[in-house]
Structures are given as structure tokens and as C-alpha cells.
């Protein structure tokens, strides 16, 4: 069974850093995993995927230079550190696969973790 668990989201002030994880039930080796966010009512966005050999890409130019996508193979997870939070990052984040080493279009994928809240605020 495919499950992926999110965590590390919470309230932080604007200007402020938090590192979401990404956890999952098989061995994330050989996947590549992407980060994801969606507010109540807008389309879900993409931030970011790494492929099973540590290359990066970025799906949102606004998030460029503040959000890094890494992966820990040792501790089977994947993680995404947030740094210059604004309130307009305030989002649930949500991992995901498509057990497909290499990264894949926003939309292409198939296996969700349940999503982390993030709310950034004064």
C-alpha cells in the first residue's frame, strides 16, 4: 500500500522558515517525490519535485530561491525547507508520487499524503 504522511506545517510570522517531511510506507529511493500546496477554493499548485537521483526542479517561479526541495534516503523521507514565508504561502502542502524515478508534470500524479496546514501570520 502506497501512503505518503506530511508533517512540520504550522503558524509562522511573515519572514519566518519551517521545513515540512514527507514520509512514506515504501522506500522512497527510487521515486521521485513532489511537493505540492492548495488553498480552500483555488486550484492546487505546484512548488517542486526531486527525482530518485536529487535533481530538482521547481513548478512556481514564486517560490524561486525561498523553497528547497531535499531528500534523505537514509531516513526515507523528502523534505521541503521554507524560508521568507509570506501570508500568501499559507496553504495545506501536500506531498505526492507517481512511482516514476524521474519527475513528472504537475498534474501527473497518482499517490497523495493527506496534506500539512502552513499559515503564515502576524
Known amino acids: 500500500q502506497v501512503q505518503l504522511v506530511e508533517s512540520g506545517g504550522g503558524l509562522v510570522q511573515p519572514g519566518g522558515s519551517l521545513r515540512l517531511s514527507c514520509a512514506a510506507s515504501f522506500t522512497l529511493d527510487y521515486y521521485a517525490i513532489g511537493w505540492f500546496r492548495q488553498v480552500p477554493g483555488k486550484d492546487r499548485e505546484g512548488v517542486s519535485c526531486?527525482?530518485?537521483?536529487?535533481?530538482?526542479?521547481p513548478y512556481s517561479d514564486s517560490m524561486k530561491g525561498r523553497f528547497t526541495i531535499s531528500r534523505d534516503n537514509a531516513k526515507n523521507m523528502v523534505h521541503l525547507q521554507m524560508n521568507s514565508l509570506k501570508p500568501e504561502d499559507t496553504a495545506v502542502y501536500y506531498c505526492?508520487?507517481?512511482?516514476?524515478?524521474?519527475?513528472?508534470?504537475?498534474?501527473?500524479?497518482?499517490?497523495w499524503g493527506q496534506g500539512t496546514q502552513v499559515t503564515v501570520s502576524s
Open positions: 505526492a508520487t507517481d512511482l516514476d524515478p524521474q519527475c513528472n508534470t504537475a498534474s501527473g500524479y497518482t499517490y
Open positions: 526531486i527525482s530518485s537521483t536529487g535533481g530538482s526542479i
